[in-house]
């Protein structure tokens, strides 16, 4: 079935460090891909999606292009804040399912 | 209101109480759901209702019981709980429950502690 692999953490930067999350699918179709940011006692909130190959979706300084190829769609920012420290979760959306999420990964933004 | 709502934010029972949870969307969608949200733990879909019809029911133990009445309101009835069932229950809500397009919007939780 499908289902969607990231990186484990906790990943912890320093405040204006590069920040890469990998995120990798398995999926029948062509899924939609999205990342879902959940801030400390909050639920889950949109950050960016991609609906197609080769799609890059951008939010807040984030993005993450649609890899068809490499089954991939990995988040990135160019420069972390402390205001970033959250749980960043991978999905995917077919036809088929509801979402199928990732396990999540903790990101810790130290100043 | 805007969004999805729950309540209570936070509940303490014992383990011989019945109580619910209250979720309610304002977005006009047709999909709602329930997920389980445990420390150290994948995130957990519990059940999905797609236009007042459960169309999802993932092995859930019968000690929790959804209803919902209508497209904007989601029930969880809680029976009998374990402490193992403490966790962060999430209500989600979405234009139609399986879709590729299928953004989901989530409230903010209730956090549930079983004594």
């Known amino acids: 079935g499908d289902s969607v692999t990231q990186m484990e953490g906790p990943v912890t930067l320093s405040e204006e460090a590069f920040l890469t999350i990998n995120c990798t699918y398995t999926a029948t179709g062509y899924p939609s891909l999205f990342w879902y940011v959940q801030y400390p006692g909050e639920g889950l909130q949109l950050l960016l999606k991609a609906t197609k190959a080769d799609d890059k979706g951008s939010n807040k300084g984030f993005e993450a292009t649609y890899r068809k190829e490499t089954t991939s769609f990995h988040l990135e920012k160019g420069s972390v804040q402390v205001s970033d420290s959250a749980v960043y979760f991978c999905?995917?959306?077919?036809?088929?399912?509801?979402?199928?999420f990732g396990k999540g990964t903790r990101l810790s933004v130290i100043a | 209101e805007t969004g999805v709502t729950q309540t209570p934010r936070h509940l303490v029972m014992g383990m011989t109480n019945k109580k619910s949870l209250k979720c309610e969307q304002h977005l006009g969608h047709n999909a709602m759901y329930w997920y389980k949200q445990s420390a150290k733990k994948p995130l957990e879909l519990m059940f999905v209702?797609?236009?007042?019809?459960?169309?999802e029911n993932n092995s859930v133990p019968s000690r929790f019981s959804p209803e919902c009445p209508n497209s904007s309101h989601l029930f969880l009835h809680l029976h009998t709980l374990q402490p193992e069932d403490s966790a962060l229950y999430l209500c989600?809500?979405?234009?139609?429950?399986?879709?590729?397009?299928?953004?989901?919007?989530f409230g903010p939780g209730t956090r549930l502690t079983v004594l």
């Open positions: 209702y797609s236009l007042e019809e459960r169309v």
């Open positions: 999905a995917l959306s077919t036809g088929n399912t509801p979402l199928v």
């Open positions: 989600a809500s979405s234009q139609r429950a399986a879709s590729s397009y299928n953004e989901q919007f």
